[in-house]
């Protein structure tokens, strides 16, 4: 019988297991190929950006330093409200920098370190002795001895960073208070100093606890994690992304300290945002939330800023501020059981509110109008990567009172006109420039009523009507010609009806609508009449009065035609700014700047910008008609000024209203302050408010709050003044019972007497007729 058939097997088994064998292999020599190649890849990642430069830095600008002098007007309470606006705190004794001491008498001040363009500035004590008239002696409290001016820091203002940006300011890991360090490691990662990048100990414990709970209540990323996902990663939420992670805080921890992750952490981590700005780092955060600089924080501040840590929008202290407080004490409570504080200083801390800077949705007050000026005039001389990037100190003329004045006067005046007008609330918009006499610096610049609002910035960039303001250069040109025009030349204010190019009829009005008869060339002015200024500008000529603008600053080129002697020329504020300047400046034009100095991040100076002064227009006309704007402030359309500011106060300026009460105008300036408001609305519509009525208010109120200086009106050589009868323009003494004493242009003043004067020389057969009487 034949042995049965053995069935073969299709495959033999020893050589499954090898093939099985030879693809696990093969996967794991690429597996291990492709991670070594993404370790690699990830490891000159983080050793090229890290150990380069670490981050953007943003162009940091700072306001006009603070000065205190002997002789100085300021007030204890002003010098008050100065030196918290630098968030300086007042204590007993002055136990920092950052601390003063005030009294009726003096203010001691322990003024901060600060690198200044022209070098260091160390730390210092001083005491400003104070009197009815400001400050009599500033002394050294160490040394005793006078000092003779005293720089304050100044006010970080703003930054220039990249639209939807990030924004910080960067510390050393040696600045960083020990309560924030020894806390900020307590409550986000405690095992930072032991750990090589992850912590299994803390996974497992948040797991543990996260189980417990049903839902995710703690994380487990240490510092590191945390900073490799803010500094590299996206916040793409994926496995890969999480792999890469954990990965990139291991190679990290093994290039590099752990005091310089902490360091990077520290100005690295997310901690609120301003707007478009991103605020970035313990250092910033202390600014945009206190106000001061990161080493005078106490406990219940830091505590607060680690915080927000775990999440700055959550636990954001101005929008949610209940919530926030309660994450504060609990972080305090974390404090105390570490041993970091004790249990009276962490109730005393519990105690205190939220101490948040400035107001409302912004952080500490910042002034996006004015920086956006400074930026505009860097333009050409910097890239935009070098203010975005390299960590530019610019210092400006902003001062920071007069700022705050300019907002205040505006919102508060806006608010008020608004009321009286019955318009809805936000009907009306603003703008407003304060320059220098001397030197032109812009020291405040609003864009709009909504001040903290970095969009359309009215003060540069809205170019409307001026108005009536453009009448005091179309008289200056007049001026000019001494043989035939001076400030009592007769101006006819009759109908006059004109036909254009177009072949329309042109016939203007007087605001009032009524004629006055023949006018003096400075009440013309001082009223404000339309009629008689028209006739004038034909006479001297459009092309004539387009020279006098520009050579006061004007910068456009407006058609030649008669309705530029009312003001059809559409000009921006910053520009009537400087035109107005040139004038205050007695013809001297200093074209307006917002910038002081710049230097590197190290203080190393790049640029001066030194004051440039050139004569543009002639002293003597320019004088005379700067006293025919001081008769527009005392007889004229400007007179309510003098409701609220003192009357030995000597001030010039001209009220501008446009057509169907579109714009609202007032241009003035005293001895060393220029000023320019506006006011419309964005829709063109008519607001039913004049110069008089919408801009003045705001300026007046404005001017009477800055505290300053007279207009000290002083002859030039060309010029002399003679007593006139102010009927008939002549010569005039005693004997005439209206007389006034007008400046004119040297050779140029009345020789006839007038029939009222009594003087010999008038009469010189008086006496003969006396004797014969």
């Keep these: 019988m034949a042995p049965p058939t053995r069935k073969k097997s299709p495959l033999v088994p020893r050589q499954v297991w090898l093939g099985l064998l030879a693809m696990l292999l093969i996967a794991g020599s690429v597996g291990l190929v492709v991670f070594s190649f993404t370790i690699v890849k990830l490891d000159k990642d983080i050793r090229t950006r890290f150990a380069g430069v670490r981050w953007a830095l943003p162009a940091q600008v700072y306001a006009a330093p603070l000065e205190l002098y002997a002789g100085q007007r300021i007030t204890g309470g002003a010098l008050r409200h100065e030196l918290e606006r630098l968030g300086y705190r007042s204590t007993e004794n002055l136990d920092g920098p950052g601390t003063f001491s005030l009294s009726k008498s003096a203010a001691d001040i322990y003024i901060r370190a600060f690198h200044f363009w022209d070098g260091p500035r160390p730390e210092s004590r001083i005491s400003v002795k104070l009197s009815e008239d400001g400050v009599s002696d500033v002394l050294d409290l160490d040394t005793k001895a006078p000092r003779d001016i005293v720089r304050m820091d100044p006010m970080l203002i703003g930054s220039i960073y990249p639209q939807q940006g990030e924004d910080r300011v960067l510390v050393k890991l040696d600045e960083v208070p020990k309560l924030l360090r020894s806390g900020l490691l307590a409550v986000e990662d405690k095992s930072f100093y032991d750990h090589f990048g992850i912590s299994i100990k803390g996974v497992l414990r948040a797991m543990f606890v996260n189980l417990r709970a049903g839902h995710t209540v703690q994380g487990a990323s240490t510092i590191t994690q945390q900073l490799v996902r803010n500094f590299f990663l996206t916040l793409e939420r994926s496995w890969t992304r999480k792999i890469n992670e954990v990965l990139m805080s291991v190679l990290l921890e093994r290039h590099y300290p752990k005091d310089e992750i902490l360091e990077a952490y520290i100005n690295e981590i997310y901690l609120g945002q301003d707007g478009n700005r991103a605020i970035h780092g313990f250092g910033l955060a202390s600014y945009f939330y206190f106000n001061k600089p990161l080493g005078e924080l106490r406990d219940h501040e830091i505590a607060l800023l680690v915080g927000v840590v775990k999440g700055a929008s959550y636990y954001n202290p101005r929008r949610n501020a209940k919530r926030a407080k309660e994450r504060r004490d609990l972080v305090l409570h974390v404090f105390r059981d570490e041993g970091l504080i004790s249990d009276a200083e962490m109730e005393s801390a519990i105690a205190r509110p939220l101490s948040l800077a400035g107001s409302g949705k912004g952080g500490v007050a ?251 227009l002639s002293e003597g006309p320019v004088y005379l008609i700067n006293w025919a704007m001081t008769q527009v402030m005392r007889i004229g359309t400007g007179r309510s000024a003098y409701s609220k500011i003192p009357g030995d106060i000597v001030l010039a300026g001209k009220t501008g209203t446009t057509d169907d009460l579109r714009d609202s105008w007032f241009a003035g300036f005293a001895g060393d302050r220029v000023g320019v408001i506006w006011i419309g609305r964005d829709d063109y519509k008519p607001m039913g408010l004049s110069g008089a009525t919408g801009a003045l208010p705001i300026w007046t109120d404005l001017f009477s709050n800055l505290n300053v200086r007279s207009l000290d009106l002083i002859p030039p050589p060309d010029v002399e003044e003679q007593w006139v009868d102010t009927v008939t323009g002549l010569k005039a003494d005693e004997g005439c019972q209206s007389r006034l004493m007008l400046p004119y242009l040297r050779g140029y003043a009345p020789a006839s007497w007038a029939p009222c004067a009594r003087s010999a020389e008038s009469q010189p057969l008086q006496w003969l007729r006396e004797i014969f009487e």
């Design 366 to 616: 910042r002034y996006p109008a004015f920086v956006d000026l400074v930026k505009r005039q860097l333009r050409g001389q910097y890239a935009e990567s070098d203010l975005t990037d390299e960590g530019l100190r610019i210092f400006t003329t902003l001062e920071p009172r007069a700022q705050e004045e300019l907002e205040r006067s505006i919102g508060q005046g806006l608010a008020t006109l608004e009321k009286s007008k019955k318009l809805p609330a936000g009907t009306l918009e603003s703008a407003g420039v304060v320059t220098s006499v001397d030197g032109g610096d812009v020291l405040a610049v609003v864009g709009g009523r909504d001040t903290r609002y970095a969009g359309f910035n009215r003060a540069l960039d809205s170019r409307r009507s001026i108005g009536s303001l453009v009448k005091p250069f179309v008289y200056l040109t007049a001026l000019e010609q001494g043989d035939r025009f001076n400030l009592h030349t007769y101006l006819e204010d009759e109908p006059i009806s004109l036909r254009l190019p177009t072949k329309q009829i042109w016939a203007p009005n007087n605001y009032d609508r009524k004629l006055h008869g023949p006018q003096p060339l400075y009440i013309a002015l001082a009223q404000s009449y339309n009629l008689p200024t028209v006739r004038l500008g034909l006479e001297v000529g459009e092309k004539n009065v387009l020279q006098t603008l520009k050579q006061a600053g004007y910068t456009g080129n407006t058609g030649l035609v008669p309705s530029m002697f009312l003001g059809a020329v559409d000009i921006a504020p910053i520009e009537v700014a400087q035109m107005y300047g040139t004038l205050a400046a007695n013809g001297f034009q200093s074209p307006l700047s917002s910038i002081r100095e710049v230097t590197t991040k190290e203080g190393e100076p790049l640029n001066r910008y030194p004051i440039r002064v050139k004569q543009t």
